[in-house]
């Protein structure tokens, strides 16, 4: 075989494994993923804490989800990393700036060279959008500034904006839709992923303190939820944080880096009716309503309700074995 025959040879074995490296997104029921495992919850001493900085989880071949060590910042927020045949999207970046104690694009970059080594693919265009604008969703987008074949999509960006107005982002037959939810925090927003069947909340919808700072606005974020979830199929919601406890309508103290007995990041479609029943019976006035699986707050401060576990025990679940 001479040199010609051998490049034309190694050039359809390079297409052929390119095409079978494609994935196709399309499909009738949701991609299955692993939830069977334990979240890191941090420690009573943070300087005595050894769990890694930043803990990641394969929920699936495509979808990563990783969360900050409540050691090192008392958020903990959880963070997302979902792959398409040509980009990576990365939702949020955490609450510490720092890569000595945050070292959240070299995790990143691990993730993503495994990846596509085990899939035989180049390591794919990065986006890095947060899904809010509160500090500890943004607060490590600088590591990211640097890095090559990189695009930010800041809160207030040209190119955030872009995306929300087109209400879906495709990353290369994977496409997600975009909606704005703002309520909590004016830049939020929320994916949903038609693949794997996730809704995507970030800081709007999670379990734990949910502080309403525009209610109207918030009102119609749950009710365009709802209505998703009425019309599109839905296996779980996955926001940006865990404040409250396995206990119905118990939280852990605001500001803790301790938190045992979590309740799970995962909550269930039906709960964003709920929510939305339960802000239409706030109405706009000043209130707490504490339900099992999060807390309404309207009027008030987050630090109107600093307590939580272990400080803070309502009756009902004192019991000789909550500390």
Known sequence: ???????????IMAAATQLLAQEDF?????????????????????????????????????????????AIHWEAPFMYLLMGNQQALLLDAGATEEEEFFPLSDVIDGILQ???HAHRVEIPDLIVMPLGSDQSQTAALDQFAERLETKIFAPGSEARANVIADQQLDLGGRALSVMPTPGLNDSAIT?????????????TFYPGRLVIRDFDAYRESLQRLVQLAQEEPISHIFGGRIEMTNRPGLDHRL???????????????????????AVNLINGETDI?????????????RGARDWGFPVYIPEEFATANTR
């Open 1 to 11: 075989m001479n040199a010609r025959n051998i490049l034309i040879l190694f050039l």
């Open 26 to 70: 399309s499909r009738e029921l949701a991609a299955p993923g692993n939830l069977r495992f334990t979240w890191i919850h941090g420690s009573i001493s943070a300087k005595a804490n050894t769990d890694v900085r930043i803990q990641v989880h394969r929920y699936n071949e495509h979808t990563y989800i990783l969360r900050q060590n409540p």
């Open 114 to 116: 495994s990846w596509a």
């Open 191 to 203: 994916i949903y992923d038609p693949w794997s069947d996730l809704l995507l909340t970030g800081n």
């Open 255 to 277: 500001r803790s880096n301790y938190r045992p007995g979590e309740h799970s990041l995962q909550l269930e479609p039906g709960l964003l009716e709920t929510a939305l029943q």
């Open 289 to 301: 309503r504490i339900l099992d699986d999060f807390i309404l707050m309207n009027g008030v401060g």
